[in-house]
């Protein structure tokens, strides 16, 4: 199966117990409807911009078929913030440090632009750490297009 079939949610921390968050949110994202068949390594990464001083972040990707995924895009999304509400995560300033950062990636081929919510995930093209985590859930999926056309990123 290629991307364009299945639902991409990324995790990162780095606060407290990094490895049992992504834990935390792998299972509650499974049983919150997020029925996900594939799962990146993880990958321990420097923190992109937020303040000085922040410890280095561990991250992850997981994939649900869109078949079996139960939710709307913007169910799921509610669905990240109530596993990030749960890890005891509060937004103080942006990119800052955080116990548990959930996010949507991709949701197929679709675009959406909502107030709340853009699929692909902007910040694609702006962290190549998640190149290597897509690749990782299958050959080719790290191949990309910039989500925003907003530039051409070489290689993806």
């Known amino acids: 199966m290629d991307a364009g079939a299945f639902a991409v949610v990324a995790l990162g921390s780095n606060m407290g117990d ?3 968050f992504l834990a935390l949110a792998r299972e509650r994202l499974r049983a919150s409807g997020f029925p996900w068949t594939r799962a990146s390594r993880v990958l321990e990464t420097a923190p992109i911009g937020g303040p000085p001083g922040q410890g280095p972040y ?3 990707l997981l994939a649900a078929p869109l078949a079996g995924i139960p939710l709307s895009p913007g169910q799921l999304l509610r669905v990240c913030l109530a596993v990030e509400d749960v890890a005891g995560r509060v937004r103080r300033e942006r990119w800052g440090p955080r116990t548990l950062d959930v996010d949507l990636l991709t949701w197929g081929e679709r675009r959406i632009r ?3 919510l853009v699929v692909p995930h902007p910040a694609l093209p702006d962290r190549p750490f998640l190149r290597v985590l897509l690749e990782d859930l299958g050959p080719g999926w790290g191949k990309i297009p910039d989500p925003c ?5 070489p290689g993806w």
Do not use: M, P
Not at 149 to 153: A, I, S, Y
């Open 114 to 116: 909502t107030e709340r």
């Open 18 to 20: 990094r490895a049992g």
């Open 58 to 60: 561990l991250n992850q």
């Open 149 to 153: 056309n907003r530039r051409r990123t």
